[in-house]
């Protein structure tokens, strides 16, 4: 019978076959193929820096972290938010909605999404539990799940702070290329019509153009 370790470290939850296993592999393992093994398990990509940590600054004016920006590039990259309109247009949207990044979860309680069938909020708590999470607010349990499943993260099921904390850019991301933002970004869009399609209105369009301006004087 043979495995693979990333499976092992995938399912591992602590319980004690698992971790006799991993003794016995630690025990077992020369020390020299340890100490390569830890050094290229936490050499993280560094991924293609396509907005800066000053021009992020700029338009927020206010400090953004060295955590803020790196999530923020791993986002831009993985959903190919790469050319100017792209970057400008998402840019832009998720400052309006998240207040320039100081609102990653949404504010209200999640009580109004309790039982919320078409959420896929199936079980008591999950309104809260599933509430808005990132900068574009991923919401209800069947959107934690797809965003889940994208991501191969289990944790995300924890919920809404967890999303918050780790993957506000990531979730926005997510919804973005899910609902075809880059494809309408591509035809060259006013920033209104990329507002219906995130607000389903015009809710802080003056905001959102702001924004968009500060986007195209940095990039």
């Known amino acids: 019978m043979t495995g693979k370790f990333t499976d092992a470290a995938k399912y591992f939850i602590e319980e004690q076959h698992q971790i006799n296993a991993f003794e016995y592999l630690q025990e077992n393992t020369p020390p020299h193929i340890i100490e390569e093994f830890f050094r290229i398990y936490r050499t993280k990509l560094t991924p293609n820096t396509l907005f800066t940590k000053s021009q992020l600054e ?56 309790e039982g919320r069938i078409d959420l896929g909020n199936t079980i008591p708590g999950d309104g809260r539990k599933y509430k808005g999470a990132g900068y574009i607010q991923l919401t209800g349990r069947s959107n934690y799940q797809a965003f889940s ?53 015009l809710n802080g369009l003056s905001d959102r153009k702001m924004y968009y301006q500060r986007c195209l004087s940095v990039i």
């Open 58 to 113: 700029f338009v927020w004016k206010r400090t953004v972290t060295d955590l803020q920006i790196q999530e923020l590039n791993e986002c831009l990259n993985t959903f190919q938010i790469d050319t100017h309109p792209r970057i400008c247009h998402f840019i832009s949207q998720i400052s309006h909605e998240s207040g320039a990044g100081k609102w990653v979860k949404e504010l209200a309680s999640g009580d109004a999404y």
């Open 149 to 201: 499943n994208y991501m191969n993260d289990p944790k995300i099921m924890n919920g809404v702070d967890y999303v918050a904390e780790k993957y506000p850019a990531t979730s926005a991301g997510f919804w973005w290329a899910n609902n075809k933002m880059n494809e309408l970004c591509d035809r060259n869009p006013t920033v209104e019509q990329v507002t219906r399609r995130v607000n389903g209105g």
